[in-house]
């Protein structure tokens, strides 16, 4: 609309993911606790990741225990830290800090979630889709749900604390469901691997 440009074209090429070097990194040996619901979530602790929605939802999970690791560095720490603590869930929540390879602590969690406010195409859903974990992600302008199809390879919900506590409570019951979302994860990632993307590319300038 603004360069009045023909949407002919136009085409659109996602951000590509390396799904051989994740599922590698993934391998390094982790061992969670099995008795919890093990949740991570990654990103810069800034108010576009929606880190206080999230933590706010977690206060109010019923029906199973669960730890939130969270990995990435940011300017809210000592805020999400305090708000953790007057929640009463501070010993749940590990934050972990920028984590070298993350790929390993996705890939022996039960659910990755992705509470932001907005975004551009988030890489991290991709990456954990391949390090096969199961997704849950808000529908924030953009990408979240180019990239998810609800109910066959992830879960979308709004950018609310109720509503990311229902999606969790959900999934955090069900092993099933969780398994269904990361073979539909698998399947999807393939459309994001980087030869596919690279072969998008030669199409596209040929």
């Known amino acids: 609309n603004r360069y009045n440009m023909s949407a002919e074209k ?3 090429i996602h951000n590509p993911v390396n799904i051989n070097d994740i599922k590698k990194a993934a391998t390094e040996p982790i061992v969670f606790p099995k008795k919890d619901i093990h949740l991570v979530a990654i990103g810069r602790l800034k108010y576009q990741k929606g880190f206080d929605l ?5 206060a109010g999970i019923k029906g199973f225990a669960w730890t939130l690791r969270i990995l990435g560095n940011g300017p809210l720490e000592a805020e999400l ?4 603590a007057s929640l009463g869930i501070g010993g749940q929540v ?3 800090g920028f984590q070298q390879n993350p790929y390993a602590i996705m890939r022996s ?3 990755f979630v992705l509470s932001s406010r907005w975004e551009g195409l988030p890489n991290v859903v991709l990456e954990a889709m391949a390090t096969g974990v199961a997704v849950l992600a808000t529908r924030c302008p ?7 199809t609800p109910g066959v390879n992830g879960e979308l919900c709004e950018i609310t604390a109720d509503s990311l506590r229902s999606e969790i409570e959900k999934l955090g019951a069900s092993r099933p469901l969780r398994d269904a979302l990361v073979e539909g994860g ?3 990632i393939v459309d994001f691997d980087l030869p ?8 596209f300038f040929l």
Do not use: C, K, N, W
């Not at 830290?81 to 953790?84: E, G, K, V």
């Not at 953009?142 to 998810?148: D, F, L, Q, W």
């Open 196 to 203: 596919h993307i690279i072969d998008r590319y030669e199409q």
């Open 142 to 148: 953009t990408g979240p749900e180019e990239i998810i």
């Open 109 to 111: 969690s039960d659910l």
């Open 81 to 84: 830290r305090q708000q953790a």
């Open 54 to 58: 999230l933590l706010e939802a977690l």
């Open 94 to 96: 590990d934050f972990m």
């Open 186 to 188: 698998y399947q999807r």
């Open 10 to 12: 136009i085409m659109v």
